[in-house]
């Protein structure tokens, strides 16, 4: 509770600040508030997790971790942020502030305990994002993506939302644990309430952007500015599937015969498209998108097996996502600085101008086509493990086929890094400012240590 | 008559009498807060919108998109089939649902407001910072006109 508080306090904070023109104070104000924040949330870790003002929001364990995930890599996003928003706008304080409130809601969303919650939760997380997509206001591809991001956000919301009253007008209640009791007790489930569930389940999907609802993810990804795209492909994506996770397996476990085999078609459907879709890409960002779409499919993995391990699969494979994300994003930035474009031709040779960025990018990339001793092979290791344990053969045997394409076109970036030479002599090597050191360091560095030693991760929950 | 109406003006007219007579059934239901707002939110500022973006945007034959008929077609069929499962759904429903019946006024104003102020107190407080944010992008977006000009 105390961190959705501070949270909304250090939003209007930022404004404040920015009015009066404390530009150097503005990091590190965020930054600050951003530790009290995981104060608390590591301070609730000991507590009973119980409903809080009348049931609206649970800080369990679940909600502790992701959330903590959350604050953590909107500061490694923030620590980069500094230059990279002086650069396209002179509006510093808002972008702080809206990243915050986007935050506060993804928070509510891993924490939400009533539907109500749920929807102001991606609400203020959309909302937010519509903007900061569309901050960069002379930019054409910009201003693009954040019209489609935001009417494919109402529809998304309007089938949310559409979902959520029949599913009330069915259960009378919009408390998840109340829910429960109906569906666990109720023999007689009311067919709106399953017509209500595929609408939620539209709208879920379109949020965290699987197959037949990715449509928006590329363009948006693509003109969305680079830190965006990175914000929202981690922050934003972790909370969306927690929020699915959370009523899919609080919920309407009893129900899975029903929807499992929706959620299948969904699954196998987002492989494909997004990992033939990535493949065929040229500009690195838009591979991202694509490839973020397949994870995704990857992540919904955990709830068709829905069970035990379920969270913590779903936890190492975003916190492995995550940190890749932003090691590419963030190479992305630098190599786009130097050459202006973000194709793979871009880093050409980039592994004789900057060993050790290409390194880094190495380590990404390896990490997010699941090679060993990398975080993301546990990610997927995990999920492919929970399937397994549920006799899905024809999913895990499709699983791998993907997986398998996904290897190709994570390498190329590999490939063309250390393999092809430059095609104008450019010569000099780019600078790296030292923030991005570090995060660049950090989240290589955990991305080895969660795969060397994945058990830290896997305890928690 | 709003959908086979040609001009578009009309049609949003036609829409604001539908409005109107949805806001009489709201009344006849004994849901007063639903018929104020959706009298006051409704026929009054989303029409007046829906007016003024018809007169801004000056729709004619000519800008009309125009629309394949095998498109029409399939729009018709996804569109008749969303209906069909939705209505297969309401079908098998009660018509009369004893949680409502128990409580005929529901609709008062003096009761939501109960509950909004103690059930639904944080998801109210919540809302705010909804708004804010809201807000804060709105002048960011719109701070552009006046900086160019």
């Known amino acids: 509770m105390g961190a959705i508080i501070t949270l909304g306090i250090l939003g209007i904070l930022i404004l404040y600040v920015g009015l009066y023109k404390a530009k150097n104070a503005l990091l590190p104000v965020t930054l600050l508030g951003l530790v009290v924040t995981l104060g608390f949330l590591v301070s609730d870790w000991q507590k009973e997790a119980l409903p809080l003002y009348n049931g609206m929001v649970i800080f369990d364990h679940l909600a502790l971790t992701f959330s903590i995930l959350c604050v953590l890599v909107t500061g490694l996003i923030l620590l980069l942020s500094k230059e990279y928003f002086n650069r396209i706008s002179s509006n510093v304080a808002e972008y702080y502030s809206l990243i915050i409130f986007s935050l506060l809601g993804a928070i509510l969303v891993n924490a939400y305990h009533n539907f109500a919650m749920l929807f102001i939760g991606i609400e203020i997380m959309s909302v937010a994002l519509y903007i900061l997509v569309g901050i960069r ?25 559409f979902g959520i009253a029949l599913m009330y007008g069915a259960s009378g209640t919009f408390d998840l644990a109340a829910l429960q009791t109906y569906v666990a007790t109720g023999t007689d489930i009311s067919p709106i309430f399953y017509a209500g569930i595929l609408l939620v389940l539209c709208g879920l999907c379109f949020k965290v952007g699987v197959a037949p609802f990715h449509f928006w993810t590329p363009d948006v990804y693509d003109g969305a500015p680079i830190l965006i795209t990175a914000y929202m492909s981690t922050v934003v994506k ?10 899919f397996s609080e919920v309407l476990v009893p129900l899975d015969s029903f929807w499992t085999p929706v959620l299948l078609t969904v699954i196998i459907i987002t492989l494909f498209v ?98 060993p001793l990398t975080a993301g092979f546990i990610g997927k290791f995990m999920m492919f493990n929970n399937v397994m344990g549920n006799y899905h053969v024809v999913l895990l045997v499709l699983a791998a086929i993907n997986a398998a394409i996904g290897v190709y ?25 030292t923030n991005y050191k570090i995060v660049l360091t950090l989240a290589a560095l955990l991305t080895i240590i969660i795969g060397v030693y994945p058990d830290c991760l896997i305890g928690l929950l | 008559m709003t959908i086979f109406t040609k001009n578009p003006v009309h049609s949003v007219l036609y829409l604001v009498i539908t409005f109107f007579t949805l806001t009489i059934h709201y009344i006849l ?9 959706n009298f006051i939110v409704y026929m009054g500022a989303i029409m007046v919108l829906f007016l003024f973006v018809l007169m801004l945007l000056n729709l004619n034959k000519e800008s009309e998109p125009m629309k394949s008929n095998l498109v029409k077609i399939i729009g018709a069929i996804a569109g008749m089939c969303l209906i069909a499962t939705l209505l297969g759904a309401f079908r098998v429903l009660e018509p009369s649902n004893e949680m409502v019946a128990a409580h005929a006024d529901i609709g008062l104003v003096k009761n939501l407001g109960k509950v909004l102020f103690n059930e639904f107190l944080l998801p109210f407080e919540l809302s705010s910072v909804l708004l804010l944010t809201a807000m804060v992008g709105t002048v960011l977006l719109a701070k552009k006109d006046v900086k160019k000009a």
Do not use: C
């Open chain 2, 29 to 37: 239901l004994n849901a007063q807060f639903l018929a104020v707002v």
């Open chain 1, 238 to 247: 972790i909370a969306s599937f927690i929020g699915f996770l959370r009523l």
């Open chain 1, 274 to 371: 997004g990992n033939i879709s990535a493949l065929m890409q040229s500009s690195f960002k838009r591979m991202m998108a694509y490839s973020s779409v397949s994870h995704a499919g990857y992540m919904l993995f955990a709830i068709v097996a829905i069970g035990a391990t379920s969270a913590s699969s779903i936890l190492t494979y975003a916190t492995a996502y995550a940190l890749a994300s932003i090691v590419a994003f963030t190479a992305l930035i630098l190599v786009k600085r130097k050459t202006g474009s973000d194709l793979f031709e871009s880093f050409n040779g980039l592994a004789k101008r900057n060993p050790w960025l290409a390194a880094v990018v190495t380590v990404a990339m390896l990490s997010l086509a699941g090679i």
């Open chain 1, 409 to 433: 076109y994570y390498l190329r970036v590999v490939v063309s890094m250390y393999f092809k030479t430059e095609n104008e002599n450019a010569g000099s090597d780019l600078p790296i400012p």
């Open chain 1, 137 to 161: 206001k002379n930019d054409l591809a910009s201003n693009e993506a954040s019209l489609k991001y935001f009417l494919m956000g109402a529809f998304s919301t309007g089938f949310l939302l």
